[in-house]
């Protein structure tokens, strides 16, 4: 039996400022969109490198407020990045955790996305 990584569902309520947030500021990707039809909720898929999430506009298909984490090296090169956007909602820090390090951002809808940089432990 092979069991996949998970992917998260992320609550969403409005296209242009999760487009904004996820897209442009944190550069993720769209792999796909889905709606039932016209004018009803948008369901996505994005990515950015080996990290997968779905982005849902559904009611009950996920509660705002979630906290994800992402693993990631190299995030001082990243904090950097972000910071040099001048991006209006959002200015990164990083913080010193016992099991490494952590840049932790709100987006929109008031769920955190938590980049980390873990201890070899």
């Known amino acids: 039996?092979?069991?996949?990584?998970?992917?998260?569902?992320?609550?969403s309520f409005d296209e242009a400022k999760a487009k904004e947030f996820y897209i442009e500021f944190l550069e993720f990707k769209v792999d796909w969109e889905h709606r039932f039809?016209?004018?009803t909720p948008l369901y996505m898929q994005i990515s950015k490198g080996g990290c997968v999430i779905h982005?849902?506009?559904?009611?009950g298909d996920s509660s705002p407020g979630s906290s994800l984490r992402i693993e990631i090296d190299e995030l001082d090169?990243?904090?950097?990045?972000?910071?040099?956007?001048?991006?209006?909602?959002?200015?990164p820090g990083i913080t010193d955790q016992p099991w490494g390090r952590d840049m932790s951002i709100a987006d929109p809808f008031g769920n955190r996305v938590i980049f980390s940089e873990l201890n070899n432990v």
């Not at 982005?55 to 009611?59: C, D, F």
């Open 37 to 39: 039809e016209d004018g």
């Open 77 to 91: 090169v990243f904090q950097k990045h972000l910071s040099d956007k001048k991006y209006k909602n959002a200015r």
């Open 1 to 11: 039996m092979k069991v996949g990584n998970p992917i998260p569902i992320i609550r």
């Open 55 to 59: 982005v849902s506009e559904h009611h």
